[in-house]
């Protein structure tokens, strides 16, 4: 457990973020946790995250959000509709916005940072590797994990695993978002346990 010291050496709290709407419900989010956001693909949930990251980079927080759903001019858009110009982020490196979409489309991506791969360990290993450039604290949305499946069912249960697991030991909050009823209960119950 990563400990941050306050004024008073005696008393010592576990470091912690103050999300916007998530700690309302669940209160400050200990370093690395990670909260499994299960949603229906129908719902607002994309605009909720991006609701989330927009009150985090606000605060001060660092951002790491991979884009998986649509396209990312859309969700700069939506930052810019919050009055957050998140490109002013960007170019300070206080946040990503990694486009994970594109690839997934079949295009090409003029983003900075993007997907270069559709193999889940390729992904996993690019993931690994830039680990370490992210201080503790940081807020990594893995926006929608079940969109990085792409047929590769038998790989995202491992990927799954890994992602979480790179995350949590590097200090950050993470929020892995999984579609409900698109994959099997097993593996639900097994990132549950996580």
């Known amino acids: 457990m990563r400990l941050s010291f306050s004024s008073n050496t005696a008393n010592l709290q576990p470091a912690s973020l103050d999300l916007p709407i998530l700690s309302q419900v669940f209160g400050r989010i200990p370093y690395g946790r990670t909260i ?23 605060s001060g927080g660092d951002l790491l959000y991979l884009i998986s759903s649509k396209p990312v001019a859309e ?6 509709d919050l ?17 994970v979409y ?4 079949g ?10 791969a559709l193999n889940l360990n390729e992904v996993s290993i690019a993931q690994a590797e830039s680990a370490p450039k992210w201080p503790p604290g940081t807020l990594v949305i893995g926006e929608s994990f079940s969109n990085m499946a792409l047929n590769q069912e038998d790989l995202f249960s491992k990927f799954s695993r890994k992602m979480i697991s790179i995350w949590r030991n590097r200090g950050t909050v993470m929020i892995a978002g999984l579609a409900i009823d698109l994959h099997p209960p097993a593996f639900y119950q097994e990132m549950k346990l996580l």
């Open 36 to 58: 499994l956001a299960m949603y229906d693909p129908d719902s607002q949930y994309n605009a909720l995250m991006v609701n989330v990251a927009a009150g985090h980079l606000l």
């Open 102 to 105: 594109s690839m997934q489309m």
């Open 75 to 80: 969700i700069r858009q939506q930052f810019n």
């Open 83 to 99: 009055g957050v110009n998140v490109a002013e982020y960007e170019a300070k490196d206080n946040a990503v916005l990694f486009d």
């Open 107 to 116: 295009g090409k991506s003029s983003e900075k940072y993007r997907s270069t």
